[in-house]
């Protein structure tokens, strides 16, 4: 345990273990430690000066009046502001380094992007501004809209979700109100074991069952053992695609006529649109509803659980469901919003709304940007670099780390390994906590679950050979390490701030706010 320093809270970095002559203040170069703000403010100290106030009170507000003084942290402005700076340093972040967490498409955010968001007329827009007062933002989402549909091959798409996963909501929800519009009473949510653990939670929430469809040997979805689970109490399935394993779901167009026939329809978790975006239409596949996350496929910026956006693109059959409110064209062209059920006669049916608002502008604009600025040409090729980096990574590491899934062919746009081969007693954990200490950010680890002790890596198309080269050989001589038995990897991370944290005590009983 380290002693506290001078200024009373405890430096981890200048752990005996990790320093021969820890500093007087704790801090190590130019890395700082940062105590929490309470610990560093001090009674009585303020960034402003505020007068005494000599407010009267009413006799209705008195039992309201604070009996003692706030507990906020006394600190200057300056000091303020440094707490923050500091923290801010610790994160790790894509504009720092590769994050290569398979399943989130960490990819570089192009400041093309950030610059038009920032733009007045988008930056400003008011969501209650009146329509033709924000023609150019509502034409704004009409394109965007006219992208998805095109580069998806659907008939819709509801703008208004705000996350994969609102949108994997508002896709069940068109489902269930198109089950309802015909006076189906069908309760039963299909889902593989090689989909995104939203997707069980999103139908449940929806109110359906979940009944699981086991995975191949080879990661893909039994198609035997799903066509013999359809029948008349089954809503529909909801497929990863391509799935958590990597693999692009070869059987989902005789998937989709099979549910079809049988009465039900198909959602697809769209979240890896990535891989295949230009190169396969998802309305061509035979599904009736995908949320694309905006924020991976098209390089809006993943904003610490927001904003995010997750339009959800619909089939012929379950556009009449859509959210309100939605942007159409009128016959002349112009972009409008509707923002009331039966405003057009062909959308009588809508479920309801998502959200407040249309979506989510400032990610439009980032993502339309990408879009423009990519061309359709160039969006295939972001699928095509995203699918080849993870071969590369697969093949580079497959003779050090056992790819289960290796033998089904090329990987999509993420490369999964697995813990088998590694010496006793050693896991995914220790290659995780071992990144760390090699200035990487980790993979994704345990996920998905049909692998034991997976390991998750997405490169995306924006890491060059060269950075994949230096991710690589860290990895490389870590699933060494780990095959050799090397103690010392059981402790990473040695070099970071904190050492190894107990997760199990951090998730089962989490500390989440400041006791005196
Ligand atoms: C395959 C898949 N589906 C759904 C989601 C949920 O998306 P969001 O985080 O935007 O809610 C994710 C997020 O990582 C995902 O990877």
Redesign the pocket.
Known sequence: MNAPNQSGWRPAMGSAETLDSPTASGDRALMLEEPLIFELGRAGTCGVDIDEAELGTSDALAPFLRKAAPALPGLSEPETVRHYTRLSRQNYAIDLGPFPLG???MKHNPRLNEKVARLPGFADVHPLAPQQAVRGALETIAQLADWLMALTGMAAVAMSPK??????LCGVLCIKAALQARGDDRRIMLVPESA?G??PATAAFAGFAIENIPATPEGRVDFAALTARLGPDIAGVMI?NPN?CGLFERDMKAIADAVHAAGGYVYC?G??FNAIVGKVRPGDLGIDAM?I?L??TFSTPHGGGGP?S?PVVLSAALAPFAPLPFVTRDTDGAARLIEEEHALEDHPSSFGRMAAFHGQMGMFTRALTYILSHGADGLRQVAEDAVLNANYVLRSLEDVLDAPFAASGPCMHEALFSDAGLAEGFSTLDIAKGLIDEGFHPMTVYFPLVVHGAMLVEPTETESKAGLDRFIASLRSLAERARAGDESLKSAPHFAPRRRLDETLAARKPVLGWRD
């Open positions: 399943s989130c498409t996350a994969g996963a609102h949108g994997e995104h939203t997707n990863t958590t978790d979240a890896n949320h996350n924020h991976k995010g997750g």
